[in-house]
């Protein structure tokens, strides 16, 4: 019993806006962390869509396992990983086919390996990277040039773009750091904060003067053995982890866990106001509820809408972080349809190559199971920051738009078995210069709002991982908040029947 509860008082009232990763993983920190400190909770998670999951979900159909958003997170940011072990999912936790964890890069039209040991913007072995096609010898040369231009001390904050074209040249933008790294961002590099994004090349400038040296030192350390697959190259796919099933397992545990008729969906908040110690949401589905604690895991520019009146300078840093839409497109072949080997985890599309797709996934050879030993699940992204009209193009032309880039790059052959198409407006958070100040900023508003913590993929990281630590730091900040609520409130009955007495 809590003390709420043995007082006679009514149960707090949390409401978690938002039910993507981040406010999920906020609701079942909130809920199990209330549970073991025997606070007496009403829980109500409200999102504007038909089902809880946000970016995330997987549909199966003729036999293939198909991810509409996220397909992986990393190990690396331990959050994630911490939660599947937490909810039973360990055992369904599982990596990328270790026999061909290395992509392709489109050029002139066709496919060209990544030069083994190059990852994200520099290599890290000596004659791969000579003997690739992927570079021009003046790009390669240029690129070489790393080793002698000095660290760069102080200054104002870069944008990838920058720092890329200073260390590495142009060509090493266009043709890897733009779709590798900018990728992962659908990002425009002239934008991104290569502070907010991928600091260690920071680090490496400092600490090594060069990027090329910094790379070559990593490879030594982590000693000559080869990594799974031997010749990897791209990103580090031995880092990335899936559940067996698709990441929607991740979302339906987190369900599971959640009190029964707790999630609402369908019920989009129109409104967020502070109503004395307590605070006021209003959804067009549900009416008024009134809540002791609420946490708010939307995109930026929505938590900047509902934030308006409560605080309007963090609700005007809020807006400033931009948004990009994305779609992807699962296609489904018989194996004998797709020419090309697909012995890799997929290829990324420079943006001077100016087609439809960014970036493909092969799902069927990067996780086990996605589909049929004899078909070819394909996975195409479109859109992004760098290509924002492509989401204009209704699902017919968005598919044939993609067939013609596949039919080009992996010789695929006649019409898919199954197709579809997915599309994220206003999806991805766009981590411009100046964004770390931003959140600083938004996190010294955050704590002077008593009752209200922020998650999402608008502040410190954009992965599943960063999405559930920051759902689980909102939920520490609330739990604590409801704590003392809890304390102050049971302290206030016994002093009332106390003076009663
Ligand atoms: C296509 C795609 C592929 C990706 N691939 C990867 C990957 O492979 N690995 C990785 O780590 N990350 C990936 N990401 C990034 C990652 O998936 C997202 O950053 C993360 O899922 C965002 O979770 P979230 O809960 O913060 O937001 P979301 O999942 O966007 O959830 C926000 C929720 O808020 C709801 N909402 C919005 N406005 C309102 C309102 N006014 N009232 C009520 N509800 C509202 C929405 O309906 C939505 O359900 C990908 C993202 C996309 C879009």
């Given at each position: 019993m809590s003390p709420g509860g043995a007082a006679g008082l009514r149960p707090l009232s949390v409401v978690v806006i938002g039910s993507g990763v981040s406010g999920l993983s906020a609701a079942h920190r909130i809920w199990t962390e209330s549970r073991r400190r025997r606070i007496e909770l009403e829980l109500t998670v409200l999102d504007a869509s038909a089902r809880p999951g946000g970016a995330i979900g997987t549909v199966e159909r003729d036999g293939f396992v198909m991810e509409q958003g996220p397909d992986c997170f990393?190990?690396?940011?331990?959050?994630?990983v911490q939660l599947c072990h937490e909810l039973g999912l360990a055992a369904d936790l599982m990596g990328t086919n270790?026999?061909?964890?290395r992509s392709y890069i489109a050029r002139d039209g066709e496919l060209h390996q990544v030069p083994e040991g190059f990852h994200l913007l520099a290599p890290s072995k000596f004659w791969p990277f000579v003997t690739t096609g992927l570079f021009s010898w003046a790009g390669k040369l240029r690129m070489g040039m790393d080793l002698l231009i000095p660290a760069r001390r102080g200054g104002r904050?870069?944008?990838?773009?920058?720092?890329v074209i200073r260390r590495l040249g142009r060509e090493a933008l266009d043709q890897a750091a733009q779709p590798m790294i900018g990728g992962i961002y659908t990002a425009d590099p002239r934008k991104l904060s290569l502070q907010a994004t991928m600091p260690q090349f920071l680090e490496m400038e400092q600490k090594y003067g060069s990027i090329l040296l910094a790379m070559w030192k990593a490879r030594q350390a982590q000693g000559a053995a080869p990594r799974a697959g031997g010749r990897a190259s791209g990103a580090r796919y031995d880092l990335f982890l899936t559940l067996r099933g698709g990441l929607a397992r991740l979302v339906e545990s987190l369900v599971a866990r959640l009190p029964a008729g707790s999630i609402q969906s369908g019920s989009t908040v129109e409104s967020l106001e502070r109503t004395g110690l307590r605070w006021r949401v209003r959804s067009g589905a549900l009416g008024a509820l009134e809540a002791d604690a609420v946490c708010v895991s939307l995109p930026a520019g929505a938590t900047s809408r509902l934030l308006a009146h409560a605080d309007p300078p963090l609700a005007q840093d809020l807006a400033g972080i931009p948004y990009a839409s994305v779609a992807t497109v699962n296609l489904g072949f018989d194996r004998s349809q797709v020419r090309h080997p697909l012995d890799g985890m997929g290829f990324v599309v420079p943006a001077v190559e100016r087609r439809a797709i960014v970036a493909a996934s092969f799902s069927s050879v990067k996780f086990?199971?996605?589909?049929?030993?004899?078909?070819?699940?394909?996975?195409a992204f479109v859109g992004g920051a760098m290509h924002p009209e492509a989401l204009a193009m209704d699902d017919d032309a968005l598919v044939e738009a993609v067939m013609r880039d596949l039919r080009q790059y992996?010789?695929?052959?006649?019409a898919p078995r199954t197709v579809l198409v997915s599309r994220y407006e206003s999806a991805m958070a766009q981590y411009c210069v100046g964004h770390l100040e931003r959140v600083a900023r938004i996190e010294a508003h955050e704590a002077a709002l008593p009752g209200l913590a922020l998650a999402g993929n608008g502040y410190r990281g954009v992965g599943i991982g960063d999405c559930v630590a920051s759902g689980e730091r909102a939920a520490r900040r609330l739990i604590d908040y409801l704590t003392d609520l809890d304390a102050a409130r049971h302290n206030g009955a016994r002093e009332l029947a106390a003076a009663a007495c």
């Open positions: 990393l190990s690396t940011k331990p959050a994630a270790p026999h061909h964890r904050e870069e944008t990838l773009a920058e720092f086990a199971g996605r589909s049929p030993a004899d078909r070819a699940l394909l996975r992996v010789g695929v052959q006649g």
